[in-house]
């Protein structure tokens, strides 16, 4: 069985930073791509970074140079820093993964920036 298991959400003041963390395990597929999401209050769901298997990325525009997405194939694990973190970035962040195909989501991890 798939899992994507996610960490490093917390509470920070603005101006901090988080790392946040996503593996998957239990599949011998390769990985498409791996992303984070983000879905604050009363908003929809977005995306914030993903990095493709050739190691392009995108970022949504209102985390550049802020934000750095990495990952570790032979760790199946994607990563989020998030540097200059603001009141805005509060979310739930959500770590979505394309397995040969197949599409799977992490159960999200929160994130609150104080101001």
């Known amino acids: 069985q798939v899992q994507l298991v996610e960490s490093g959400g917390g509470l920070v003041q603005a101006g901090g930073s988080l790392r946040l963390s996503c593996t998957a395990s239990g599949s011998n597929y390769n990985i498409l791509y791996m992303g984070w999401y983000r879905q604050a209050p009363g908003k929809q769901r977005e995306l914030v970074a993903r990095i493709i298997g050739s190691g392009v990325t995108n970022y949504v525009d209102s985390v550049k140079g802020r934000f750095t997405i990495s990952s570790d194939n032979a760790k199946n694990t994607v990563y989020l820093q998030m540097n200059s973190l603001k009141p805005d970035d509060t979310a739930v962040y959500y770590c979505?993964?394309?397995?040969?195909?197949?599409?799977?989501w992490g159960q999200g991890t929160q994130v609150t920036v104080s101001s």
């Open positions: 979505k993964a394309n397995l040969g195909g197949r599409v799977y």
